[in-house]
């Protein structure tokens, strides 16, 4: 038996439109808050972090709601069809209560600043447009309060969407069926990054986004109709349980629960260890995501958007040759390998300046985005391979609660050093050394690799070669 990678690419239709959302929520949130609403890099953090405090409770909430759900259609497809529309909707209708306030700041005439290395006449215009927000501060409240429902919207089907890929592959082909799952979601995010090209997204900071948005809500929507029209959840569930049993794939007892009950004490150190692992790198990782269009407009004075292609088409390259080199070495060695690519690229990109040619920036993104690769492709299926049988969506949600506390601290955290360093000296640093962190933990892992495969056993007829 072969991975199906037809079948693994449809049900990653729904990663796809999550991912595209995330790729565009984060380049223009920021910028949003910060050149509209005038809030300092401390108070935009912790807006950007929102959606993470969210996660952080609701995740394992409906991963665990959707192992217990049983309809016609399947656990998960109820909740990214409900999900996905609420969001689409919620997400449009943000960007006029954005124009409304931009109307506001042009109107009073507060300068667009061309000279981005002016930091006296930045500082000027920041105040001037703070000052103009909290006047009148109904469009912030409002601006917020709408990010909340598109927030909670993508909160109720993302551990659903991510839980599904398990549920229909076997244990030995998850890294490989993940790394297809992580490419649909890249092409997601590379699509709104050339769209954030065409509608230069990096270029106007007083840009009215609601073209932009559109554009990738209704992107959005060709990965929902996709998979609404071609992915059969209970069946490729069964025909999974099926194939576990047919193959004899060692299964847990499902009496597992979340204080790690059912685990062996090993089990539950590696676990732990394999969370704080996710925690420590998406610290380092999203500090850098979440604020590089920040980052790259004012500071370095760079179009982020082809920077970040760069990085996302490394990674693409990356992700079927990472999982088919985790068959073959191990998930652990692979994961530690990318960590430390990935922290290299951060070092280096802490010695490029404004002065530097922007060209120097896509060889270290690419080490960046294959290093991310490396990592992500294998991290995923650690957790659940410790799951026990029809608690997939809980371990999705425990993965999600990991990486969203880290995603809470992470920019909060780095606004606030942002703030009282300046970014240029906190920026990469600030990711380098949290990645590092992560080696630590994860050299201690003994448990959630893919089991080795024993000579005669009829595990030899799977893929994992």
């Not at 969001?87 to 109107?107: E, G, P, R, W």
């Not at 790198?281 to 790259?296: C, F």
Request: aromatic letters at 12%; hydrophobic letters at 50%.
């Amino acid at each position: 038996m072969k991975l199906n990678y037809k079948r693994v690419l449809l049900v990653g239709m729904a990663f796809f439109l999550i991912s595209a959302f995330w790729q565009a929520y984060d380049a223009i949130t920021p910028l949003i808050l910060t050149n509209h609403f005038g809030l300092p890099q401390s108070v935009s953090g912790a807006v950007m972090s929102i959606d993470n405090v969210l996660a952080v409770f609701m995740l394992p909430i409906f991963g665990a709601l959707s192992d217990k759900k049983n309809t016609r259609f399947g656990r998960r497809t109820p909740f990214i069809f409900f999900g996905t529309i609420a969001a689409v909707v919620s997400f449009f209708a943000l960007t006029f209560i954005d124009n409304y306030q931009l109307a506001k700041v042009v109107a009073k005439g507060i300068p667009e600043l061309v000279n981005k290395d002016d930091a006296e006449a930045m500082k000027m215009v920041a105040e001037q447009t703070l000052k103009l927000t909290l006047e009148n501060p109904w469009p912030l409240i409002g601006f917020i309060a709408t990010l909340l429902v598109v927030l909670i919207s993508m909160a109720t089907f993302r551990s659903p969407a991510v839980a599904l890929m398990p549920d229909v592959t076997v244990k030995p082909l998850r890294s490989k069926a993940n790394a297809i799952i992580n490419l649909t979601g890249t092409a997601g995010g590379i699509i709104v990054l050339v769209l954030g090209m065409v509608f230069a997204t990096s270029k106007n900071l007083y840009m009215q986004y609601t073209g932009y948005v559109g554009a990738v809500c209704g992107v959005m929507l060709l990965g929902f109709i996709l998979f609404l029209l071609t992915v059969k959840e209970k069946k490729w569930a069964e025909e999974m349980e099926a194939d576990t049993i047919k193959y004899g794939i060692e299964e847990a007892p499902e009496e597992s629960e979340t204080n790690g009950k059912g685990l062996t004490k090993p089990e539950f150190i590696s676990l732990l260890l394999i969370l704080g692992s996710v925690a420590l790198w998406y610290i380092g990782y999203n500090s850098i995501t979440s604020k590089y269009s920040v980052y790259a407009t004012t500071v370095l004075g760079f179009d982020y958007n082809f920077t970040l292609i760069v990085a996302q088409a490394a990674a693409i390259v990356s992700y079927i040759p990472v999982g088919i080199i985790a068959s073959k070495i191990g998930r652990r060695k692979t994961i530690l390998a990318g960590v430390l690519i990935l922290a290299a690229a951060f070092a280096i990109g802490f010695f490029i300046t404004p002065t530097t040619p922007e060209i120097i920036m896509y060889p270290v993104f690419a080490l960046a985005g294959i290093g991310w690769a490396t990592i992500n492709v294998n991290s995923f299926p650690m957790v659940v391979e410790l799951a026990k049988r029809g608690d997939t969506g809980k371990y999705t949600g425990y993965y999600y609660t990991a990486s969203m506390a880290a995603q809470i601290v992470a920019p909060i955290l780095s606004g606030i050093l942002y703030d009282a360093i300046g970014m240029r000296y906190v920026f990469f640093s600030f990711g380098a050394l949290f990645v590092l962190g992560s080696f630590v933990t994860m050299f201690f892992v003994k448990h959630g690799d893919s089991k080795p495969i024993q000579t005669g056993s009829r595990l030899e007829q799977l893929d994992v070669d």
